[in-house]
């Protein structure tokens, strides 16, 4: 049993969710997102409660009750809260900076990186900070993972684009005799 898939989705009352041919789709007033829900997975939704419920009990409907629970709750935190991802620039030289629709990334190669930003994703760069802001968890969590893919972090000094919450192992250089 899913454990995740029991618990009920609480549903604010600004946001609007309808529910149609396993089509779910959450609205609000910082936009709408829309996700087709598996045909082994039913939603339940009640006034403000929306439960997920399985049509058959083996190991793979199992499995799609609580991801679709996940992906639900992540629709409504997104369409009220909205999501938030935060990156670190380290190294000396490396930068950015926006361009438009598209942030310019400094990182030590030969040539600027332009990175055109996803619809539905802003960006702020403040210093050595990319803040990335959007409504879709999954979308934001692919502009942050492909930014920082350009330069990961390095274990030696630590160089390169990492997560605000990433923790770099550090390794000990060459030592001399």
């Known amino acids: 049993m899913s454990r995740v898939g029991k618990k009920p989705i609480p549903v604010p009352e600004k946001a609007k969710v309808t529910y149609n041919n396993h089509v779910l789709t959450v609205q609000s007033d ?3 997102l829309t996700h087709a829900v598996h045909p082994d997975v039913d939603l339940n ?3 403000n409660l929306i439960q997920v419920a399985v049509r058959r009990n083996d190991k793979k409907t199992k499995a799609l009750w609580g991801t679709t629970r996940a992906v639900v709750a992540n629709m409504i935190t997104g369409v009220t809260d909205g999501f938030v991802r935060v990156l670190e620039i380290n190294g000396i030289g490396y930068r950015a ?4 629709d598209s942030i310019e990334l400094h990182l030590g190669y ?3 990186i332009n990175y055109p930003l996803p619809a539905g994703v802003s960006a702020q ?3 050595s900070t990319i803040r990335l802001s959007g409504i879709d968890k999954e979308l934001l969590g692919f502009a942050a993972a492909s930014i920082r893919r350009f ?7 630590g160089k390169g684009i990492k997560y605000a919450e990433e ?3 550090r390794k000990a250089g060459k030592t001399a005799k």
């Open 151 to 157: 330069r990961p972090p390095e274990p030696y000094k």
């Open 45 to 47: 939704i009640e006034e």
């Open 97 to 100: 900076e926006m361009k438009g």
């Open 110 to 112: 030969s040539h600027p």
């Open 125 to 127: 760069v403040e210093k």
């Open 30 to 32: 910082k936009g709408s």
């Open 167 to 169: 923790i770099i192992q």
